[in-house]
């Protein structure tokens, strides 16, 4: 995380702009005229929305912005002129419409509850006028973006003859194309990069009923391939996200607690446009955005959320063992190789000692990440008798993933690690100093492999021994 302090890439933000409306309060009674609450209100708000608030998601992250839009001559569009202008976002991408309104969603909310939503809208696609003057903005200011967020609210702004247009020119720019799309039809969004519906909005999108992973992976493979994608990321409320490149790879989700879901779509398309404009890969990146989008829904109302906010939350799920213990593939989800050194070991840690404890120590102190391959009970059995494991598998994962040392634990069943090791191609492999002279299992595969002294004295056997004797 330390790596994107400091960084302001340059983005640039086409979608439909509108103003979020708060009104907050609390309630404590029915109203005598109808069978409804009474909102005493104590707090109004006006913030920016839609693609404003994918804008303002930006701005937290520390990104420079641009925007390109569509708003009405009223009071709403004079509202987010001025924002966006106090903000210090570029504007040359903005247009007024004559006769158009300004969307407004107004949220009445009580004891951190959303009571009812109200909306003014205009849904009608903005003029052909309009359209030509935001391309032909483009046009002009793109060469000074890193990347292009396509806000798609189907409020009339991305019209299907604007977005691909706008496509095709950043692809002919080589710029990258990131949509959060909406509607049934995707077909405006062929060639762009990313696009990120959540599963309801793929369901539709592709009509598919997503009922496991096999539909889940027919979905997402279907719009990568029709849609001549580079990836495809399809949101998963409490189950995380799968990211679609050559294969499915599934984020578990690391929400602990949803008060709200309002904005996390914005969340997530401004913070996967700000790793991946700094050279983050797309696993990286997504990571990234299921962290920020973890902060955002454990707020009301359409959040924001900074960079130290994310390291803060990381760091807190950090404190938790059991979230270290994962599969291969979420892993792999989670390593970035290029700004990374992953240094791997293996063994069947049965009664964790202090030799285990300086053992790993030195390991981690060798690269970024540790990765410990941790024997399965059967595999511990058929190398060290039908006696052990003393501890179960669940019991000797949640120790090792209690010390600080150590970033994941995987669990192995076969008698090496050698799958392990060719999954995880680490820089550096470590293994005990009892392998001196001998074959270490993955050492054709890692970059370096590196031998530590065990402490003297100190061996699971040994306790084991001396347990027999009390």
């Not at 009405?72 to 007024?96: A, P, Y």
């Not at 454990?298 to 270290?324: C, D, F, M, N, P």
Request: contains cysteine; hydrophobic residues 40%.
């Amino acid at each position: 995380m330390d790596n994107l302090k400091n960084k302001s890439p340059n983005i640039l933000v086409i979608g439909d702009l509108m103003i979020d409306h708060y009104l907050w309060g609390k309630c404590e009674r029915i109203s005598p005229e109808a069978p409804v609450v009474v909102v005493d209100v104590q707090k109004e708000e006006y913030l920016m929305g839609g693609a404003g608030n994918v804008v303002n998601n930006l701005l937290a992250l520390g990104a420079n912005v641009g925007i390109c839009s569509v708003i009405g001559d009223d009071e709403g569009g004079e509202f987010i002129s001025e924002r966006l202008g106090q903000k210090g976002v570029r504007k040359e991408g903005l247009t007024i419409q004559k006769g158009r309104k300004t969307t407004k969603k107004s949220r009445v909310i009580a004891q951190q509850q959303q009571i009812v939503r109200v909306d003014k809208e205009n849904k009608d696609d903005i003029s052909k006028s309009s359209q030509e003057l935001i391309l032909l903005r483009v046009k002009i200011i793109l060469e000074f973006y890193d990347i292009v967020l396509l806000s798609d609210y189907a409020k009339g702004v991305l019209t299907p003859w604007l977005t691909s247009s706008i496509i095709e020119l950043a692809n002919s720019k080589k710029k990258m194309v990131l949509v959060d799309p909406k509607g049934s039809d995707y077909k405006k969004y062929t060639g762009a990069t990313l696009i990120t519906p959540n599963k309801k909005e793929a369901q539709i999108a592709t009509n598919i009923e997503i009922l496991d992973d096999e539909k889940l992976q027919i979905a997402g493979v279907k719009l990568k391939n029709d849609l001549d994608l580079k990836y495809a990321l399809i949101t998963l409320s409490e189950d995380g996200m799968a990211i679609f490149e050559k294969q499915m790879t599934k984020i578990p989700t690391v929400a602990r607690e949803v008060y709200d879901v309002t904005g996390a779509g914005d969340t997530v398309l401004a913070s996967l446009g700000f790793a991946l404009s700094l050279g983050k890969d797309i696993f990286w990146a997504a990571n990234f955005a299921n962290s920020a989008a973890a902060v955002a829904v454990s707020r009301v109302g359409s959040a924001t959320v900074s960079l130290k906010e994310i390291s803060e939350y990381e760091s807190s799920l950090h404190r938790q063992s059991s979230t270290k213990i994962k599969k291969v593939e979420e892993v792999l989800a989670t390593l970035n190789y290029k700004t990374q050194k992953i240094v791997f070991t293996n063994g069947c840690f049965d009664i964790l000692h202090a030799g285990h404890v300086k053992y790993l120590e030195e390991a981690k102190s060798y690269g970024d990440i540790l990765i410990v391959g941790l024997n399965s009970d059967n595999s511990v059995k058929k190398l060290k008798g039908e006696s052990r494991p003393i501890n179960t598998l669940e019991d000797r994962a949640l120790v090792l993933a209690g010390l600080e040392s150590v970033d994941f634990v995987v669990e192995f069943d076969e008698d090496t690690p050698y799958e392990l090791v060719k999954a995880f191609k680490p820089d550096i492999l470590v293994k005990g100093g009892d392998y001196e002279g001998k074959d270490v299992v993955g050492s054709d595969i890692a970059k370096e492999t590196r031998l530590v002294q065990f402490v003297d004295g100190k061996s699971t056997t040994k306790i084991i021994q001396r347990m027999k004797l009390l």
